[in-house]
């Protein structure tokens, strides 16, 4: 069946809970009681950590995403939940104010975190569009298709916050993501580079 719930300001978009191989499966938006799960998926997602043991300098991570207004913000998440279970997560966000939130959650890391990123690499995202920017499912729930629901979810989500164009960055040597993206209707659109590793950047016009 599909509900719907509220983001934002009068804003609607749907989610979804339906049955999968007699398992429920249930995407709904985080609230701050799930800062430390959405923490560990980003952290995964960048390549921190696979849901084992956290970096030490990352052990505070989880308050940058108890803020409101950092990119890492729980409200800018979505989760999927397996028989009741967190099983993976999506952070998405508008890129209308990205500069701005940038710098201010890169602060945020380093008073936390005691880890300083650099303000000069390249912008992911800006003005007009709505940026996919981290995405990871637990281990024990990886082959399910639930990374791909995820996508979806928050593909929806942009729709319903009025974008037309959705953004994303995919690692050079990921050929396999990059092809997912492609199928999903994603093109190219320039290159990045960020934290010294170049990406593809791509995007999605509706």
Not at 59 to 76: G, I, K, P
Not at 88 to 101: F, L, R, T
Not at 139 to 145: A, T, W
Request: charged share 25%; glycine share 8%.
């Amino acid at each position: 069946m599909i509900a719907e719930t509220t983001f934002g300001r009068n804003t609607y978009f749907p989610y979804f809970c339906y049955i999968m191989n007699d398992k429920l499966i249930d995407i709904r938006e985080a609230s701050v009681s799930d800062a430390a799960f959405v923490a560990d998926c980003v952290l995964c997602a960048i390549g921190l950590y696979d849901f084992d043991v956290r970096p030490e300098e990352y052990r505070r991570f989880a308050e940058v995403c108890r803020m409101e207004d950092t990119l890492y913000s729980y409200r800018n998440a979505l989760i999927v939940s397996v028989n009741g279970v967190d099983a993976g997560c999506i952070v998405a966000y508008p890129g209308d104010n990205y500069k701005e939130v940038r710098e201010k959650t890169f602060k945020a890391i380093e008073s936390k975190c005691g880890t300083k990123i650099s303000m000069n690499y390249d912008m992911e995202t800006g003005p007009g569009e709505y940026y996919l920017d981290s995405l990871a499912v637990v281990p024990s729930f990886r082959g399910h298709g639930l990374g791909h629901v995820l996508m979806k979810a928050q593909i929806e989500r942009g729709r319903a916050l009025g974008y037309s164009r959705l953004s994303l960055i995919v690692d050079k040597t990921h050929p396999r993501v990059r092809a997912y993206y492609c199928e999903l209707g994603f093109r190219d659109e320039g290159e990045v580079v960020f934290a010294d590793i170049a990406f593809d950047r791509m995007v999605l016009d509706f």
